[in-house]
């Protein structure tokens, strides 16, 4: 409920405080004292239309804080919680407007746009009368009326599901159906690439093993002969070898007389035998490992070269050709799959639309019941208010289920026939200001406590009624503010006489009468009595209004 309301410096208001109790509240005073100014200044705290003339003449700029005490599992809240503001210590709503035309909106002293202060307003207030503030009158909030009255949230969480489910069935297939077509466009493409593909057979790694035997090839060729030469210096017929070997067996008969000369010799030319026998075998064990068949070369830079050449033509690395082969294969197999699974989804898609016109034509039987509730409820207010000739009709219209939507197959509007025998149409059309606030007070006495915002304001909508039709007003507003909180601007003292909560608005002269302002007191008992007194009788208030009063105020205690 709204718990406190500040206003600085708006039109003739300098600085006024409010606190509001639960219940009913009502607000009066003199025609021109300024009861709209206050409720235009709470308007622009709920992200209403600003406006420069707003501000007090001298002041540079005009705020208007509005307080809320709420439960905790309001979603308000939970929606705030989840944008990361802080709601520990409750809810305030605050504008600040300037007289350049600028404006600043708050919520909990963070910085919003008017645009988030209007939804966040919305959701806590819904002002009835000379304002544009009226949830009811919103054709788009019809439906939720009608699904709250009907105690249809759980059926409306399970239509948006299903309707969820089919939506993603219907795009599954759609996908499907999709990626066939293209399949089917590209099944010559992908038989060729893949015989293709499959004929070279690329292996993982491939490239970098018969790039490095190239390599080893091509640089054995450029030292074949020098290895075949160095084999021919050692071993062949002109290698010293063999003379050598002749000189050795000599020096090696020779006497012990002559070893002592001779060892040496006999030493260094054995030791040269056998270094040319390592440099002999290292020659020929050099030729061997460096051997290569030119034909197999010739085939591996063949095979490198296609496929190079196969990378090129699909736009890939050599290294990625078994994973391109891996796909091609998997394209033809979902191609050849395609088809199966295509009728699957057609029987998922199938079953899900099923599920969902279940549901949501479930939930439309439902509704049409409900809506007959509310008919029958809003009906049977009406000729209290004056409205005896007047009819109120809740207008279904179901589309087709396959053009159904997350709240199911029904627009709903609120409609009326204010005279037997005239054009029904839709509330916010056909009924004038006064019959509007009346239908939307009959409305919400029907629909008490089933949704809709926790505090609601009518703003003189007693006007031009009689007596009778101003106490039955006053007896529904008093009914409705046992589940919310409302407040009444009002000129009937039938209706002031049975609230529990009274604001006295005057207007009074400051600075040596130079300027005029506005303000607001709250009254006890007596002075409830004699607002009402002077509401009954006008600028002179007598013995006999005054008792009238006390009877209006003690009726509505019996009443209540």
Known sequence: MLARLSIRDIVLIDAVDLDFGAGFCVLTGETGAGKSILLDAFALALGARGDAALVRVGAQQGQVAAAFDLMPDHPVLARLAGEGFDTEGGLILRRVQGVDGRTRAFVNDQPVSVQFLHEIGAALVEIHGQHDERALTDPATHRDFVDSLGGLSGDVAAVRAAHARRQAAARAYAEAVAELEAARQDADFLAHAGAEIDALDPQPGEEESLADARQRMMAAEKVAGDLNEALDAVSGSNAPTAHMASVLRKLERRGAETQAILDPVVNALSQALQAIEEARMASEAAIRESAFDPQELERIEERLFALRGLARKHGVQVAD????????????????????????????????????????????????????????????????????????????????????????????????????????????????????????????????????????????????????????????????????????????????????????????????????????TRLDDTGRGEEVARMLAGASVTDEARAAARRLMQDADADG
């Open 321 to 520: 050709l078994p994973a391109l082969k891996d796909g091609l294969h998997g394209k033809l197999a979902a191609l050849e799959a395609g088809e199966a699974r295509l009728a699957a989804l057609d029987k998922e898609r199938d079953a899900a639309a099923a599920a969902y016109a279940g549901a949501a034509q479930g939930l439309s039987e439902k509704r049409r019941k409900a809506a007959a509730r509310l008919d029958e409820a809003v009906n049977a207010e009406l000729p209290a208010l004056k409205l005896e000739r007047a009819r109120f009709f809740t207008e279904i219209e179901s589309a087709d289920v396959a053009r159904g939507g997350p709240a199911g197959i029904d627009q709903v509007g609120f409609m009326v026939q204010t005279n037997p025998g005239s054009q029904p149409g839709p509330l916010m059309k056909v009924a004038s200001g006064g019959e509007l606030a009346r239908f939307v007070l009959a409305l919400k006495v029907a629909l008490a406590g089933r949704g809709g915002a926790p505090t609601l304001v009518f703003d003189e909508i007693d006007t031009a009624v009689s007596g009778a039709v101003s106490q039955a007003i006053g007896a529904r507003l008093e009914r409705l503010a046992g589940s919310v909180q409302v407040l009444a601007i009002t000129h009937a003292p039938q209706v002031a006489a049975r609230a529990s909560h009274h604001f006295l608005i005057g207007k009074d002269a400051v600075d040596g009468g130079k300027r005029v302002v506005t303000e607001v």
